[in-house]
């Protein structure tokens, strides 16, 4: 019974160093497998995966089997003391093998972690970077839509624009370092080299949205330069009509008083006829910056600028050629009065000296006085035309005065009385000679 007990307990005790051992050669196995399988190069979240499983697999491996080996090893022991000095020494080589094969995948397994560590930590950084272009791409595509679109002025849309371009010229760079990390990764790799070809792709692929992009934005650069240009030359131009129709106004208040001479009108019609040309000029300066501001179109305030200082402009041009058109009547009113008065007034002075030469009756035959009688009536006839003529001045002489200044008006309306004074003197003493004449020839 003694010795059918003892085998008894030698083969349970055999019976559990096997399933103990082919429990450490499962786990062995299964880390061996875990650990040949290949692991993808570019893909950051795979990476990860096979980092997670490589590490729960060491940590499994070291934790499960350390007991377990330890076990083996005892009974190993156990059945060498019943199994003699050779079956023990194989029991201990057999043990001293699975540690060593153990230790040795647990070294493998803690080499590959740390390489996958830092595999992970690179490809990790380097598709963030990637992502982060993306990101950086819609935001950029989104903010040119709304340069295009929103609501600001020229010198802001040009300054947003030159900085977006600035930022995409500083993008491109980046993405070619990017491509220099990751060939720089695959380098460390031989075996990446394959999946190196997608990254490359893909960088390969932003760097053409990105390459548009910049086409995009020099194109918006280039309108914003025009625009802006446009917008500067449209306030240059403003900035010179402004100040000047500003003083153009206080001009056409002050300047142009009612005149009191001739001279005066002369000197008048003069200065408002540079006065006009200035306008005419002026004009043509705010029909360029006008031109200027229809390329700007509503990215500013430009049209309804020149449309407000255009309004004001017509409005003293419209003065000015008013006045300018009165007072060319005015002057040329005034030199005809002046030319028919001169003429009025010398008929008067030739007529006035015939009619006041004495007449001495006594020494003049009756023929000789009917001949001077003849020729007062003569007078008398030529009289009623100039009362015609007088007439006409005083009409014209009515157009002048209205646009003088009191002064002036004194002095023609003065001059006008003159000549009616003048002329009815004339007629007065015409009509007593000849009376006179006629009762001297009938008493002969």
Avoid at 276 to 283: E, G, I, P, S, V
Avoid at 303 to 330: F, G, P
Wanted: glycine share 2%; with cysteine.
């Amino acid at each position: 019974m003694s010795n059918y007990g003892l085998y008894l307990g030698t083969q349970k005790v055999w019976i559990e160093y096997r399933s103990q051992r082919e429990q450490i050669i499962n786990l062995l196995e299964e880390a061996e497998v875990e650990f040949r399988k290949i692991t993808p190069h570019n893909e950051p979240k795979l990476i990860s995966k096979d980092l997670r499983a490589k590490q729960e697999m060491s940590v499994s491996l070291r934790t499960g089997t350390g007991e377990m080996l330890k076990r083996l090893r005892q009974l190993a022991n156990n059945l060498g003391e019943s199994a003699g000095k050779q079956r023990h020494a194989v029991l201990q080589n057999e043990v001293d093998e699975i540690e060593i094969r153990l230790n040795n995948m647990l070294d493998l397994l803690d080499v590959k972690v740390k390489q996958l560590g830092i595999k992970s930590e690179k490809w990790n950084c380097l598709s963030k970077k990637i992502d982060d272009m993306k990101a950086w791409m819609k935001e950029a595509q989104k903010e040119l839509q709304q340069l295009a679109q929103m609501d600001m002025s020229p010198e802001e849309r040009l300054s947003k624009t030159q900085d977006l371009q600035a930022q995409i010229d500083e993008r491109l760079k980046i993405l070619n370092r990017l491509e220099k990390e990751a060939e720089n990764i695959a380098n460390d790799e031989d075996e990446a080299r394959d999946d190196l070809q997608a990254v490359v792709h893909e960088v390969d692929d932003l760097k053409g949205e990105l390459v548009k992009l910049h086409e995009a934005v020099s194109v918006q650069t280039v309108q914003s330069a025009q625009v802006m240009q446009a917008w500067s030359d449209c306030k240059a131009g403003l900035q010179q009509v402004k100040p000047w129709i500003r003083d153009a106004e206080l001009k056409l208040a002050m300047d142009f008083p009612c005149p009191m001479t001739l001279s005066d009108a002369k000197k008048s019609l003069h200065q408002l006829h540079e006065f006009f040309m200035q306008c005419q000029r002026q004009t043509a300066q705010l029909e360029q910056a006008a031109v200027q501001s229809r390329k700007i179109g509503k990215m500013s305030s430009a049209e309804d600028d020149v449309d407000a200082i255009k309004t004001k402009l017509i409005y003293v041009s419209s003065s000015a050629s008013h006045q300018k058109d009165k007072m060319e009547c005015l002057v040329s009113n005034w030199q005809k009065f002046d030319e028919d008065s001169g003429d009025f007034n010398q008929w008067l002075d030739r007529t006035e000296s015939i009619v006041k030469k004495p007449i001495v009756c006594s020494q003049l035959s009756t023929e000789k006085l009917e001949t001077v009688l003849s020729n007062l009536k003569g007078v008398t006839n030529e009289v009623s035309e100039r009362q015609s003529q007088l007439i006409a001045l005083s009409q014209k002489c009515d157009s002048v005065v209205q646009n003088l200044s009191p002064e002036g008006v004194c002095v023609l309306t003065a001059e006008l009385s003159d000549m009616k004074e003048r002329l009815a003197s004339l007629i007065s003493e015409v009509r007593v000679k000849m009376n006179h004449l006629s009762d001297t020839v009938v008493a002969r």
